[in-house]
């Protein structure tokens, strides 16, 4: 089992700066791919961002790539995701999800493991 606690939400004005981290516990060790998937309301939950545990792989949305970093810090099991330029549309309840046995992972369907969400709004 992999607990994921998410934080670091919060409300930022257009073209602002937010980093929300994802602390795991648990059964911390092994090959699995981390993601940020987000989910506004009355929508379905979208794929943001992967990285490896290892940091060496990462890969983004179209929507974020180029504003949107995302990376591990093994040694605290935490993985973060760096937020700028951030838009209204970027409003959402960000998820943080482990998936076992993958390297990376685009789709909700491969992670095992979620976090319970943390808020970003930004207003226009």
């Known amino acids: 089992q992999v607990q994921l606690v998410e934080s670091g939400g919060g409300l930022v004005q257009a073209g602002g700066s937010l980093r929300l981290s994802c602390a795991a516990s648990g059964r911390t060790f092994g090959n699995y791919a981390m993601g940020w998937f987000r989910q506004a309301p009355g929508k379905e939950r979208k794929f943001v961002a992967t990285?490896?545990?290892?940091?060496?792989?990462?890969y983004y949305a179209d929507s974020v790539k180029g504003r949107f970093t995302i990376s591990t810090d093994n040694a605290k099991n935490t993985v973060y995701l760096q937020m700028n330029s951030l838009k209204p549309e970027d409003t959402a309840v960000y998820f943080c999800?482990?998936?076992?046995?993958?390297?990376?992972?685009?789709?909700?369907?491969?992670?095992?493991?979620w976090g319970q969400g943390t808020q970003v709004t930004v207003s226009s």
């Open positions: 999800a482990c998936a076992p046995g993958f390297i990376t992972a685009t789709i909700t369907t491969a992670y095992d493991y």
């Open positions: 990285i490896s545990w290892s940091g060496s792989s990462t």
